[in-house]
Protein backbone atom coordinates (compact mmCIF):
# COMPACT_ATOMS: atom_id res chain seq x y z
CA UNK A 1 0.00 0.00 0.00
CA UNK A 2 3.08 2.75 0.58
CA UNK A 3 3.65 1.72 -2.99
CA UNK A 4 0.16 3.08 -3.83
CA UNK A 5 0.38 6.21 -1.83
CA UNK A 6 3.55 7.07 -3.22
CA UNK A 7 2.39 6.67 -6.59
CA UNK A 8 -0.36 9.05 -6.26
CA UNK A 9 1.34 11.23 -4.51
CA UNK A 10 4.17 11.54 -6.68
CA UNK A 11 1.55 11.95 -9.82
CA UNK A 12 0.12 14.85 -8.55
CA UNK A 13 4.45 15.72 -7.80
CA UNK A 14 4.37 15.47 -11.46
CA UNK A 15 1.34 17.18 -12.55
CA UNK A 16 2.45 19.32 -15.51
CA UNK A 17 2.61 23.32 -15.11
CA UNK A 18 0.80 25.78 -16.99
CA UNK A 19 -3.04 23.98 -17.98
CA UNK A 20 -2.82 20.88 -19.26
CA UNK A 21 -6.36 19.68 -20.55
CA UNK A 22 -5.82 15.98 -18.50
CA UNK A 23 -4.45 18.08 -15.06
CA UNK A 24 -6.17 16.84 -11.93
CA UNK A 25 -7.94 19.72 -9.71
CA UNK A 26 -6.44 19.67 -6.38
CA UNK A 27 -7.76 21.00 -3.31
CA UNK A 28 -6.36 24.09 -2.04
CA UNK A 29 -4.09 23.66 0.08
CA UNK A 30 -2.52 20.94 -1.72
CA UNK A 31 -1.97 23.42 -4.67
CA UNK A 32 -0.27 25.85 -2.41
CA UNK A 33 2.40 22.76 -1.08
CA UNK A 34 3.05 22.12 -4.47
CA UNK A 35 3.22 25.40 -5.83
CA UNK A 36 5.39 26.19 -2.66
CA UNK A 37 8.20 23.04 -3.23
CA UNK A 38 6.16 21.17 -0.86
CA UNK A 39 6.17 17.90 -3.27
CA UNK A 40 8.91 16.00 -0.71
CA UNK A 41 7.39 16.66 2.63
CA UNK A 42 3.98 15.69 1.30
CA UNK A 43 5.20 12.75 -0.47
CA UNK A 44 6.97 12.07 3.24
CA UNK A 45 3.70 12.77 5.33
CA UNK A 46 1.94 10.56 3.59
CA UNK A 47 4.47 7.85 4.10
CA UNK A 48 4.37 8.82 7.66
CA UNK A 49 0.61 8.99 7.40
CA UNK A 50 0.55 5.40 6.26
CA UNK A 51 2.82 3.97 9.02
CA UNK A 52 0.63 5.73 11.53
CA UNK A 53 -2.61 4.21 9.83
CA UNK A 54 -1.39 1.02 9.34
CA UNK A 55 0.37 0.43 12.12
CA UNK A 56 -1.84 2.52 14.82
CA UNK A 57 -5.56 1.63 16.09
CA UNK A 58 -7.12 3.46 12.83
CA UNK A 59 -6.78 -0.67 11.12
CA UNK A 60 -9.36 -1.74 14.10
CA UNK A 61 -11.94 -0.03 12.76
CA UNK A 62 -11.16 1.21 9.47
CA UNK A 63 -9.44 -2.24 7.95
CA UNK A 64 -5.94 -2.62 6.33
CA UNK A 65 -5.15 0.34 3.78
CA UNK A 66 -8.81 2.22 5.30
CA UNK A 67 -10.86 -0.16 3.15
CA UNK A 68 -13.90 -0.63 5.63
CA UNK A 69 -15.45 -2.82 7.91
CA UNK A 70 -18.68 -2.90 10.16
CA UNK A 71 -17.20 -0.74 12.53
CA UNK A 72 -16.33 2.23 10.30
CA UNK A 73 -16.74 2.98 6.57
CA UNK A 74 -14.24 2.72 3.78
CA UNK A 75 -11.74 5.90 3.07
CA UNK A 76 -10.71 4.34 0.01
CA UNK A 77 -13.88 5.27 -2.25
CA UNK A 78 -15.31 9.07 -2.79
CA UNK A 79 -18.22 8.60 -0.39
CA UNK A 80 -17.64 10.60 2.85
CA UNK A 81 -19.94 9.82 5.71
CA UNK A 82 -18.64 12.38 8.25
CA UNK A 83 -17.08 15.41 6.38
CA UNK A 84 -16.66 16.27 2.65
CA UNK A 85 -13.35 14.42 2.35
CA UNK A 86 -11.50 17.59 2.48
CA UNK A 87 -8.00 17.45 3.52
CA UNK A 88 -8.56 19.86 6.37
CA UNK A 89 -12.08 18.16 7.25
CA UNK A 90 -9.95 14.79 7.47
CA UNK A 91 -7.66 16.53 9.89
CA UNK A 92 -10.21 17.57 12.13
CA UNK A 93 -11.88 14.27 12.33
CA UNK A 94 -8.98 12.73 13.14
CA UNK A 95 -8.06 15.58 15.91
CA UNK A 96 -11.51 15.48 17.56
CA UNK A 97 -12.95 12.01 17.06
CA UNK A 98 -16.55 11.05 15.87
CA UNK A 99 -19.04 10.83 19.00
CA UNK A 100 -21.57 8.38 18.21
CA UNK A 101 -24.01 10.83 18.93
CA UNK A 102 -22.83 12.92 15.76
CA UNK A 103 -22.57 9.45 13.57
CA UNK A 104 -24.01 10.54 9.91
CA UNK A 105 -24.46 6.62 9.86
CA UNK A 106 -26.47 5.41 12.43
CA UNK A 107 -25.38 1.66 11.90
CA UNK A 108 -22.10 2.51 13.02
CA UNK A 109 -21.69 1.29 17.04
CA UNK A 110 -18.03 2.32 17.83
CA UNK A 111 -17.20 5.96 18.57
CA UNK A 112 -13.80 7.27 17.11
CA UNK A 113 -11.53 8.36 19.77
CA UNK A 114 -9.51 11.64 19.35
CA UNK A 115 -6.49 10.50 17.20
CA UNK A 116 -8.01 7.27 17.08
CA UNK A 117 -6.96 6.58 20.74
CA UNK A 118 -3.06 7.19 20.24
CA UNK A 119 -1.18 10.00 21.34
CA UNK A 120 -0.33 11.29 18.15
CA UNK A 121 1.57 14.98 18.00
CA UNK A 122 0.09 17.76 15.60
CA UNK A 123 3.00 16.74 12.39
CA UNK A 124 1.61 13.13 12.66
CA UNK A 125 -2.45 13.91 12.32
CA UNK A 126 -1.42 16.05 9.72
CA UNK A 127 0.56 13.19 8.11
CA UNK A 128 -2.42 11.05 9.33
CA UNK A 129 -5.12 12.90 7.18
CA UNK A 130 -2.42 13.40 4.62
CA UNK A 131 -2.70 9.43 3.94
CA UNK A 132 -6.28 8.86 4.84
CA UNK A 133 -6.87 12.04 1.49
CA UNK A 134 -4.70 10.07 -0.50
CA UNK A 135 -6.47 6.51 -0.35
CA UNK A 136 -9.38 7.72 -2.32
CA UNK A 137 -6.97 9.14 -5.00
CA UNK A 138 -6.07 6.47 -6.16
CA UNK A 139 -4.70 6.13 -9.79
CA UNK A 140 -7.17 4.53 -11.65
CA UNK A 141 -5.51 1.35 -13.19
Do not use: K
Request: glycine share 10%.
Amino acid sequence: MQVRCFAVVLSLALLPAGGAAQRMELPTEVGEWMNDGWQRRFVGMVGVGDSIFNNGSCTQCHGDNGAGTERAPDLTDDEWVQSDGSLDAIFETIMWGVRRRDFADPNRRFQMNPAGGMSLEWDEMRAAAAYVWSLSRQPSN
